[in-house]
C-alpha cells in the first residue's frame, strides 16, 4: 500500500470564529477538514456558560509546509484574541493524493 507521512493539524477555538478558521486553513493550502464541537477545561477552567457557543475542534491533514503555515496564522491572528489551542501530530496516510 502507498502511505505517506503527513501532519494532523488540531485545533480547539470559540465556535464564533469557526468559518474565519475554516477560511484561514482552506487559504493556507489544506484540502479539507473535519470540525466537531468539544467541550472540556484546560489552564483557565471550564467554560461553564458560554454564550458565543461550545467550542470546535478543527482537524486537517497537511503537508509540513502547510501545517507550518497554518500555525503561523494561529499565532498571528487567533491566540492573543481568542480562546484557542493547536498542536500538530505526525501521521501516516493512504491515498496520499488527498492530502
Known amino acids: 500500500m502507498n502511505t505517506v507521512n503527513r501532519q494532523l493539524v488540531t485545533v480547539i477555538a470559540e465556535s464564533v470564529i469557526e468559518q474565519k478558521l ?3 486553513v482552506k487559504n493556507c ?9 468539544v467541550r472540556g477545561e484546560g489552564q483557565t477552567g471550564g467554560r461553564a456558560l458560554d454564550i458565543t457557543g461550545s467550542s470546535i475542534r478543527l482537524e486537517t491533514v497537511v503537508t509540513e509546509e502547510v501545517a507550518e503555515r ?6 498571528e491572528k487567533y491566540f492573543d484574541r ?8 505526525p501521521v501516516v496516510v493512504a491515498r496520499p493524493n488527498r492530502f
Open 22 to 24: 475554516v477560511d484561514d
Open 70 to 75: 497554518i500555525l503561523r496564522v494561529l499565532a
Open 82 to 89: 481568542y480562546a484557542v489551542v493547536a498542536w500538530v501530530t
Open 29 to 37: 493550502g489544506a484540502k479539507g477538514y473535519s470540525v466537531g464541537h
